[in-house]
C-alpha cells in the first residue's frame, strides 16, 4: 500500500526556517518524480517544487525560487524542502505527491494533474 508521510510543519515567524520531510512506505521513491504542492484556505492547489526521480532536475514556483530547495534521499526513501526567508504568504497546508520519473521535465510539472500519488499534508503557518 502506497503511503506518504508529511512532517516538519508548525509555526514559524517571518524570515525564518522549516525543513519538510515526505517520507514514503509501500514502494520505491527512486523512479518517482516528487513535487510539492501548497494550498491556502480558500485558494486552489498550487506547485511549489518538483524534483526529478534522479534528482538531476529541479524547478520552482516563481514564489519561491531563491528561498526553497527541494532534494531527496533515496536512500532514506525521502523528499525533502528546505524553506527559508519564509513570509506570511507561504502560509498553507503542504502536500508532497509521486509522479513519473519524468513529471519534472514536463509542461504538468507544478500542477497537480500531474501526479497520482498524495500525502495528508503538514500545516505550515508563518506569523509573527
Known amino acids: 500500500q502506497l503511503h506518504f508521510v508529511e512532517s516538519g510543519g508548525g509555526l514559524v515567524q517571518p524570515g525564518g526556517s522549516l525543513r519538510l520531510s515526505c517520507a514514503a512506505s509501500?514502494?520505491?521513491?527512486?523512479?518517482?518524480?516528487i513535487g510539492w504542492f501548497r494550498q491556502a484556505p480558500g485558494k486552489e492547489r498550487e506547485g511549489v517544487s518538483c524534483i526529478s526521480g534522479n534528482g538531476g532536475i529541479t524547478d520552482y514556483a516563481n514564489s519561491v525560487k531563491g528561498r526553497f530547495t527541494i532534494s531527496r534521499d533515496n536512500a532514506k526513501n525521502t523528499v525533502y524542502l528546505e524553506m527559508n526567508s519564509l513570509k506570511p504568504e507561504d502560509t498553507a497546508v503542504y502536500y508532497c505527491a509521486a509522479g513519473s520519473p519524468a513529471i519534472c521535465y514536463s509542461d504538468n510539472r507544478l500542477t497537480p494533474r500531474g501526479y497520482d500519488h498524495w500525502g495528508q499534508g503538514t500545516q505550515v503557518t508563518v506569523s509573527s
Open positions: 509501500g514502494f520505491t521513491l527512486d523512479y518517482s518524480g
